[in-house]
Each structure stands twice: as structure tokens, then as C-alpha cells.
């Protein structure tokens, strides 16, 4: 089960999935929607269990941060933080059942690096 925001992204990855060979289901979604969490129960559906969560959702806002609404940092924070914990807690809840499954959760190195242009108030 392949998950992207953007259809243009993830057509091209499905086809290249199957063009090898392998089932492949996919569906779009941006983790803005509580919905898009319980992600796990389409995928447990089609193929009985999920091996393997890569967490990778993330979005910002893309501008300093004197521009940041309150809203906009919510946003960010809904899907950066509560959104992929919620992902993960679901996918490893299932996990446990199988004693089987591995998680990889994936961060932007802006976590780790500032940037002058993004700190200015």
C-alpha cells in the first residue's frame, strides 16, 4: 500500500511497483484529514498485515517565521507531530498482534540544522 499527497508522485511509483511484479495498492492522502490515520485498516483489508511503516509524512510552511500564522503552526504541528504519532501508533498496534514489523520513521535534517532565514521574527 503506497500513500502520497500528490497524484503525480504516486502514479508513477505504483506503475514502477507493479511493473516488477508486485501488488500494489495505493491512495492519496495528506494526514490533514483524522481519517487518513487509520490508513493501516485498508492495507490490514488487502494483504492481512503490514510489514513495514515508513513515516514520512511532513509539511511546513514555507516561509520565515514572522509570516506564520498561529493557524499555519498548528497545521504543522497536526501533521508533523500528532498525525505521524497517531500512524505510527495504529501500524505498531497491529505490529504487536504479529510480533512482527518494522517501523522507519523518517525527519527532515531541519530538525537538526538551523537556518537564519526561517529563526527571523
Not at 503525480?8 to 490515520?37: E, Y
Not at 498561529?70 to 508533523?80: G, H, P, T
Not at 522507519?104 to 535534517?109: R, T
Request: aromatic share 4%; hydrophobic share 35%.
Amino acid at each position: 500500500m503506497l500513500l502520497a499527497r500528490r497524484e503525480q508522485w504516486l502514479t508513477p511509483t505504483v506503475d514502477g511497483v507493479r511493473d516488477r511484479g508486485f501488488r500494489c495498492k495505493a491512495r492519496c492522502a495528506t494526514l490533514q484529514n483524522t481519517d487518513d490515520v487509520q490508513l493501516s485498516r485498508p492495507n490490514i483489508e488487502t494483504y492481512g498485515k503490514i510489514d513495514i511503516l515508513i513515516n514520512n509524512a511532513g509539511v511546513t510552511w514555507g516561509h520565515p517565521s514572522k509570516e506564520h500564522s498561529l493557524e499555519k503552526w498548528n497545521m504543522v504541528l497536526q501533521i508533523n507531530l500528532n498525525r505521524r504519532v497517531s500512524l505510527l501508533a495504529t501500524s505498531r498496534r497491529e505490529m504487536l498482534k504479529r510480533r512482527s514489523g518494522n517501523i522507519i520513521n523518517v525527519a527532515s535534517i531541519a530538525g537538526l540544522v538551523g537556518s537564519m532565514e526561517r529563526a527571523s521574527t
